[in-house]
């Protein structure tokens, strides 16, 4: 089972930052927060991932809390591009464990 | 550099008939992995390769399914015979090295209809 807790979809306004948070309550001090996202009929693709610190990348930024049990991933500008099912996943292994993940639908 | 590819993007079969499908990673990545995803469910971890060996075949949910990477490269994912359930969209992944990096880049599914 997935160890993080995401909302089932969110709306976001076109060319607004979408912030999408994550619950990793239970995580572990050795275990990543990773970020894929799978656009409708596509593979996932890999966006983002970090330990400790907050993590920016030409895609989106990443903001984890201190006591790392939770995330929000930052897509500063949203495009209609953006929208998809965006997962937040939680591992210090290669298995990456897929939940229901947050559909963001980017409005115009 | 080309990415994660896969063949074919569609088949159809008869349930106990035979299919293979091929992933191809990108070139350099020890690490390749297979995912599915039925019908309304998550995206499911089936297996992990490290170049030849199989390092992780925990998701492979029964012997119906036979996978290979001979020579560390390419990969294929054998259902014999397929069954009504195994319906779904195949994903291949592929990544660098093996605990270095975990971004993990996918290809675009085989989508399987056994019918």
């Known amino acids: 089972d997935a160890k993080t807790t995401q909302p089932t979809s969110m709306d976001c306004a076109e060319g607004r930052a979408a912030n999408l948070p994550c619950n990793h309550s239970?995580?572990?001090?050795?275990?990543?927060v990773y970020w894929y996202r799978q656009i409708h009929s596509q593979g996932p693709q890999y966006i983002i991932h970090?330990?400790?610190n907050n993590e920016t990348n030409e895609m989106a930024s990443l903001i984890i809390t201190e006591d790392r049990k939770s995330s929000t991933l930052i897509l500063p500008h949203a495009t209609l591009r953006d929208t998809a099912v965006y997962y937040c996943?939680?591992?210090?292994?290669?298995?990456?464990?897929f939940g229901k993940g947050t559909r963001l639908h980017i409005l115009p | 550099e080309a990415g994660v590819t896969q063949f074919p993007s569609h088949s159809v079969i008869e349930k106990g008939q035979t299919v293979t499908l091929r992933c191809d990673p990108i070139?350099?990545?020890?690490?390749l992995y297979w995912y599915r995803r039925v019908m309304g469910k998550e995206i499911k971890f089936l297996l992990h390769?490290?170049?030849?060996?199989?390092?992780?075949e925990s998701g492979m949910p029964n012997n119906r399914f036979l996978a290979e990477r001979t020579g560390g490269t390419y990969s294929t994912l054998k259902v014999q015979p397929a069954e009504l359930e195994d319906s779904g969209v195949y994903f291949c992944?592929?990544?660098?090295?093996?605990?270095?990096?975990?971004?993990?880049?996918f290809g675009p599914g085989t989508r399987l209809t056994v019918t």
């Open positions: 992944a592929s990544s660098r090295n093996f605990r270095s990096s975990y971004e993990q880049y």
């Open positions: 239970t995580i572990s001090g050795n275990e990543y």
């Open positions: 970090g330990l400790k």
């Open positions: 996943i939680v591992t210090l292994d290669d298995k990456i464990i």
């Open positions: 070139s350099g990545h020890d690490n």
């Open positions: 390769f490290v170049k030849e060996s199989k390092q992780d």
